[in-house]
């Protein structure tokens, strides 16, 4: 076991306030100077949605804001929240030449303020289309895959209807993602931008319960997406895991913004003040709940990870705000079994040895992490509801939904696309949005090939 930890934080500085507060209007025009006009610009090529960075980085320099969001546009529905929580430091911003010789340009915190300062201003309106009548898509799930075929698609006229489970449309976006990372009410911009162009929006409905995809063909819809994401969180069915106490950290992320929006009481948050807390996994969301945890009042927060930092899926930025914030790292430590009688009071570890091929072995060595709670953060998969209620939607051995390449995205069942999350392991949000995106264009040759078919046998 290794310990890692800062310990001379004040927490009575954590707030859910968003903690960068961004760009001013001169700070913003001075970092767009920076850039080089690079020929061939690496940061568009590190870009999964080819951002147009250069151009719209001119056009910020220049003080014109309104192309600059019309840059933007073309490749992106959701740039104020690309701008907050894309892995720029491993994109965009990790290939820029600037980083060989100093500092990187901060591309996402430039679009992030070419769109708050458009939203704030009001300097441009979405382009409607005039007569959406290309065809008739249904899009399951509001999440960044779903939102981003919806805004595609409406673009192109056709007529889309976005389904969702939630009283409001954003999925993890909006349930997801800590208020400090992600203000919701700029969510909340966004989706309306979306909205404005003339997307519908069907909240509160289970597809596979109380509306089928046969169902949805049957009313009209000449194609349907399924952006439902990873609903189902992995278990550790180690011995104890009945014990009261542990939880996972989907469930406890997605309470926390409930109560916060005052969909439910704050007394149902299931981490109390003073609880000493661990969270088992080191990838973003175990960052993310983490620093949550402590800002509900955790006295203690311990990640626990079986191998070193040097191979946690989280980005360094995200472990170093945690870790700034006064949660502990357990390396090299794997958890044996949850400790307690009707309750988890501890957690029993086995200090593992990194090998020199890179495996970890028990060292045989144990120990025990007093806790009062315990959050999983070790992966998701997909729910199975849409899938066992549909004809002909075939998944692999992991419950992924499987599609074919061309028409690009579609699944085992025509007329079905899928893409995110529910096709490729989790991702995040602008990898979602680059798959999205190519099946947006797949499904528009489909629906295009379909009525022309239609008109050949008249």
């Known amino acids: 076991m290794i310990i890692d930890k800062q310990s001379d934080f004040d927490r009575k500085e954590l707030t859910f306030a968003e903690l960068?507060?961004?760009?001013?209007?001169?700070?913003?025009?001075?970092?767009?100077?920076?850039?080089?006009?690079c020929p061939k610009p690496l940061c568009r090529a590190a870009c999964p949605i080819e951002h147009e960075i250069p151009q719209f980085i001119e056009a910020l320099a220049k003080g014109n804001i309104g192309e600059a969001t019309a840059i933007i546009a073309r490749r992106s529905n959701l740039p104020a929240v690309c701008g907050r929580v894309c892995p720029h430091e491993k994109q965009c911003e990790g290939s820029c030449i600037l980083g060989r010789k100093g500092e990187s340009i901060h591309i996402g915190k430039l679009e992030r303020f070419i769109a708050d300062f458009d939203a704030e201003m009001g300097l441009t309106q979405p382009t409607v289309c005039s007569a959406p009548n290309k065809g008739?898509?249904?899009?399951?799930?509001?999440?960044?895959?779903?939102?981003?075929?919806?805004?595609?698609?409406?673009?192109?006229?056709?007529?889309?209807?976005?389904?969702?489970?939630?009283?409001?449309?954003?999925?993890?976006?909006?349930?997801?993602?800590?208020?400090?990372?992600l203000n919701k009410e700029v969510v909340r911009r966004e989706i309306k931008r979306i909205e404005m162009l003339g997307v519908t929006f069907r909240n509160g409905v289970l597809v596979g319960q109380d509306v089928t995809v046969d169902q949805m063909f049957a009313e009209g819809y000449d194609a349907i997406f399924i952006g439902t994401g990873t609903a189902m969180p992995k278990s550790l069915d180690l011995p104890g895991c009945d014990l009261a106490g542990i939880m996972q950290a989907s469930y406890f992320l997605r309470v926390l913004a409930l109560a916060n929006s005052g969909s439910l009481s704050h007394r149902e948050i299931p981490v109390s003040p003073g609880d000493k807390v661990a969270i088992i996994g080191a990838g973003n969301v175990a960052m993310d709940a983490a620093r949550t945890a402590l800002r509900v009042g955790a006295s203690e927060v311990t990640v626990v990870y079986r191998r070193d930092k040097a191979t946690m899926t989280a980005l360094q930025s995200e472990y170093e705000h945690a870790r700034a914030e006064g949660v502990t790292f357990c390396w090299m430590s794997s958890p044996l079994r949850y400790i307690g009688e009707e309750k988890v009071e501890a957690l029993e570890i086995a200090s593992m040895e990194m090998q020199e091929d890179g495996t970890v072995l028990?060292?045989?060595?144990?120990?025990?992490?007093?806790?009062?709670?315990?959050?999983?953060?070790?992966?998701?998969?997909?729910?199975?509801?849409?899938?066992?209620?549909?004809?002909?939607?075939?998944v692999n051995s992991q419950g992924y939904v499987i599609t074919r390449e061309k028409p690009y995205g579609m699944t085992t069942r025509p007329g079905v696309f899928a893409g995110g999350d529910v096709v490729h392991e989790p991702a995040t949000v602008v990898l979602a949005m680059k798959e999205a995106k190519k099946v947006a264009f797949g499904m528009a040759l489909y629906i295009e090939a379909k009525k022309l078919m239609e008109e050949c046998s008249k």
């Open 362 to 394: 028990d060292s045989g060595r144990r120990e025990r992490l007093p806790v009062d709670k315990v959050i999983l953060a070790i992966g998701q998969r997909p729910a199975a509801r849409i899938v066992s209620t549909t004809r002909g939607i075939e």
């Open 20 to 37: 960068d507060e961004g760009y001013s209007f001169r700070q913003a025009i001075a970092e767009a100077k920076r850039c080089l006009k």
């Open 136 to 181: 008739k898509v249904a899009v399951i799930g509001s999440g960044p895959a779903g939102l981003t075929v919806a805004g595609d698609l409406t673009k192109q006229c056709y007529d889309v209807t976005v389904f969702d489970a939630q009283e409001e449309p954003g999925g993890i976006l909006l349930y997801g993602i800590p208020e400090f990372r």
